[in-house]
Each structure stands twice: as structure tokens, then as C-alpha cells.
């Protein structure tokens, strides 16, 4: 069974950090591609970042490049997310996502459907 567990969401002032984590269980991380996704009250769930099996390469929004980093530690079957210079605008619960690897999900890095596997949320609430 696979499972995906967030933590380290909180509330913090703007301009504040903040690192999210994801263990993954009961898949071969290696085998996947891993993303972060969030919702804000009353949006549809948006694409934040993710790491593609084919490429091994981040992709980001364009709302979060240059603030927010996604990495990956293999040994541990986890993947952080990196937030810094924490606006308003990025309160939200924060989803990480998992999804097979094949050769062309490069394509669809940003896809919510193409992801296969969802962890529970974690919410972020940046203060002004």
C-alpha cells in the first residue's frame, strides 16, 4: 500500500521559510516521479514543482521559481520542499504527489490527473 505523508506546515510571517517533507512508503521511489502541489481556499489545486523520473530534472511554477526548491533524498524514500520568502499568496495546503516514471512525463510534469499517488496535505498559512 502506498502511502505519502507530509509535514511541516505551519504558520509563519511573510517573508519567513519553511520546509516541507513527504515520506513515501510501499513504492520504489527511484521508479517515480515526485511533485508538490497546493490549494488555496476557494482555487483549484495548482502545480507548485516536481521532479520527473525520466529527467531527474525540476520543473517549477512560475509563481515559485527562484523561491521555492524541490529535492529528493533516495535513501530516505523522501522529497523536501524548499519555501522561502514566504508572500501571502502562499497560503494553502500543500499535496505531495507521486506518479510512475515513464519517458515522456516531462510533458505532463504540471498534469494533477497524471499523478498517481496523493498524500494527505499539509497547510501552510503565511501571515502578512
Known amino acids: 500500500q502506498v502511502q505519502l505523508v507530509e509535514s511541516g506546515g505551519g504558520l509563519v510571517q511573510a517573508g519567513d521559510s519553511l520546509r516541507l517533507s513527504c515520506a513515501a512508503s510501499?513504492?520504489?521511489?527511484?521508479?517515480?516521479?515526485m511533485g508538490w502541489f497546493r490549494q488555496a481556499p476557494g482555487k483549484e489545486l495548482e502545480f507548485v514543482t516536481a521532479i520527473t523520473w525520466s529527467s531527474g530534472s525540476p520543473a517549477y511554477a512560475d509563481s515559485v521559481k527562484g523561491r521555492f526548491t524541490i529535492s529528493a533524498d533516495n535513501a530516505k524514500n523522501t522529497v523536501y520542499l524548499q519555501m522561502t520568502t514566504l508572500k501571502p499568496d502562499d497560503t494553502a495546503v500543500y499535496y505531495c504527489?507521486?506518479?510512475?516514471?515513464?519517458?515522456?512525463?516531462?510533458?505532463?510534469?504540471?498534469?494533477?490527473?497524471?499523478?498517481?499517488?496523493w498524500g494527505q496535505g499539509t497547510q501552510v498559512t503565511v501571515s502578512s
Open positions: 510501499g513504492l520504489t521511489f527511484n521508479n517515480y516521479g
Open positions: 504527489a507521486a506518479r510512475r516514471g515513464s519517458f515522456n512525463d516531462a510533458l505532463t510534469i504540471d498534469v494533477v490527473t497524471k499523478y498517481d499517488y
